[in-house]
């Protein structure tokens, strides 16, 4: 009998417990943390707070939660999101949020950062609004090495398992992603919008990051559409349109100290629309130590009126701020190119310029065919410190003109 009284008790405790445990998931459950509910509003009052407390609350539940955006404009300050947080997040951005258009309204070097979360998302069809122009009007940086940097749009570090999709990055005032030791971050249908003539407004730069990829995307700037820093391992880029702009670039690498391996790089089915590179390595000459850079497919591209289709420049050196007394000593390895076609706006359609220190191993061409739509006569091909395999059919033939050094 009492042992009956027992179970039942126990039994009735568990059901309490169980009861008040459901109700506050369901109580969760909704899990949206709309910030007009925080006080946000349209117009030229600042959302940095708003969004904040939106976070701080989603951030510290255990089940989804959406952090909604909704239509409309909205002006958002400078913030820094920052977890770990205690469940998945999703951002939801349907309105444009403008940043401060004064190029000396930021603390920091980044209008939108988050840091050290598992499991985001931010999707929506809505804009981020870096409104650049003041900004790219003041940047001297060309000329002046110590020149103030303005913002970014986005920095994104130490996330794991994120999710960037449908979103438009517009007129970043610098770069407009920057993504920086995570793992396992997809883009996918992300647009990337800033002026040909904007200064430094590079789509999507990395590194120490393992698994980015890019797909399905579209990247307008003035700067490089992607650019991969040292410590990138396994990124894929997919289905991407770049240009105007600067082109893929795996680099620069080679002017710092200890940098880490750039490892498994494939960029393929992407297409190249007036850009001043397709896909460039480049290594700037005296590296203080050796790095590497290997691993690496460009394979199914279409190049449209694009200056250098095909690059590997290890003299690279903007701005002539190195003196190129020693070679860079950057190895560059398992490099393969295969189906490249369409035009190039210069002759130099295809150039190796590998390093006197480092000289290029395991270099693969397949199937190239690019047409100089240009001045000056039919695509060339210099090389140097390279000897490549070839496997296809190439047009320009690979590597049969004289090297002079590539000025791009
Ligand atoms: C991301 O993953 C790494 C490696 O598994 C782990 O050390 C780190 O704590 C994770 N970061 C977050 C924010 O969960
Ligand atoms: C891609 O993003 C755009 C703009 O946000 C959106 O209108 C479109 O539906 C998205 N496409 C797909 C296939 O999801
Ligand atoms: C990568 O992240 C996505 C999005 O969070 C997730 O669905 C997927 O399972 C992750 N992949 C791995 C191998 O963890
Ligand atoms: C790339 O394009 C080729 C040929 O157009 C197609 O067969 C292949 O499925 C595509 N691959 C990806 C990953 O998009
Ligand atoms: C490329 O630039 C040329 C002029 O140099 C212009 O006529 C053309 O429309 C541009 N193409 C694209 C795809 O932007």
Same mark, same amino acid.
Not at 371 to 380: E, F, H, K, L, S
């Given at each position: ?11 009735? &405790? ?5 009861? &008040?445990?459901?109700h506050q998931l369901t109580q969760a459950q909704p899990g949206i943390f709309d910030i007009t509910k925080f006080g946000a509003k349209q117009g ?23 952090i909604m955006i909704p239509a409309g404009t909205y002006l958002l300050n400078e913030v820094l999101l920052t977890g770990p947080c205690q469940g ?45 122009? *003041? ?55 992300? @647009? ?9 407004? *590079? ?12 797909? *399905? ?23 991407? @349109? ?80 190195? @003196? ?26 295809? @150039? ?15 199937? &190239? *065919? ?31 003109s004289d090297f002079s050094a590539p000025t791009a």
């Amino acid at each position: 009998m009492e042992m009956v009284m027992r179970l039942t008790f126990i039994a009735a &405790i568990w059901i309490s417990f169980s009861f &008040i445990f459901t109700h506050q998931l369901t109580q969760a459950q909704p899990g949206i943390f709309d910030i007009t509910k925080f006080g946000a509003k349209q117009g030229d009052e600042d959302i940095s707070q708003a969004l904040l407390t939106a976070w701080k609350e989603a951030c510290a539940v255990t089940t989804p939660s959406t952090i909604m955006i909704p239509a409309g404009t909205y002006l958002l300050n400078e913030v820094l999101l920052t977890g770990p947080c205690q469940g998945p997040i999703n951002i939801q951005v349907h309105g444009t949020l403008k940043a401060p258009a004064d190029p000396l309204a930021f603390k920091s070097a980044t209008w939108i950062t988050i840091n050290k979360v598992s499991h985001l998302t931010i999707s929506g069809t809505g804009t981020l609004d870096g409104q650049g122009a *003041d900004a790219w009007a003041a940047n001297d940086c060309i000329k002046n090495s110590k020149c103030r940097r303005s913002a970014m749009n986005l920095a994104f570090n130490f996330l794991n398992d994120t999710v960037v999709q449908d979103i438009t990055s517009l007129d970043s005032k610098l770069f407009h992603v920057n993504v920086i030791s995570c793992n396992n971050f997809t883009f996918q249908n992300f @647009t990337i919008i800033a002026p040909e003539s904007s200064p430094n407004t *590079d789509g999507i730069h990395m590194g120490r990051s393992n698994r980015v990829s890019i797909l *399905d995307s579209t990247i307008m700037t003035g700067d490089d559409c992607v650019s991969v820093g040292d410590g990138t391992t396994q990124l894929t880029v997919e289905r991407v @349109t770049c240009g105007p702009g600067h082109g893929i670039s795996i680099g620069s690498l080679g002017g710092s100290p200890n940098e880490a391996p750039v490892e498994g790089v494939v960029v393929r089915n992407c297409t190249f629309k007036n850009t001043t590179n397709g896909v460039r390595i480049k290594t700037k000459p005296e590296s203080p130590n050796p790095s590497v850079v290997t691993d690496v497919k460009f394979e199914n591209i279409v190049m449209n009126n694009v200056a250098n289709p095909i690059l590997i420049d290890q003299l690279y050196c903007p701005g002539k701020q190195c @003196t190129e007394k020693a070679p860079s000593l950057v190895k560059i390895s398992k490099v393969s190119y295969d189906n490249i076609r369409g035009t190039s706006s210069t002759r130099e359609a295809v @150039t190796i310029a590998c390093s006197g220190g480092a000289p290029c191993e395991d270099v693969t061409i397949g199937d &190239i *065919d690019l047409t100089n739509v240009g001045t000056g006569g039919p695509a060339t091909s210099p090389c140097v410190n390279v000897k490549p395999t070839f496997t296809g059919k190439q047009n320009p033939p690979v590597c049969s003109s004289d090297f002079s050094a590539p000025t791009a």
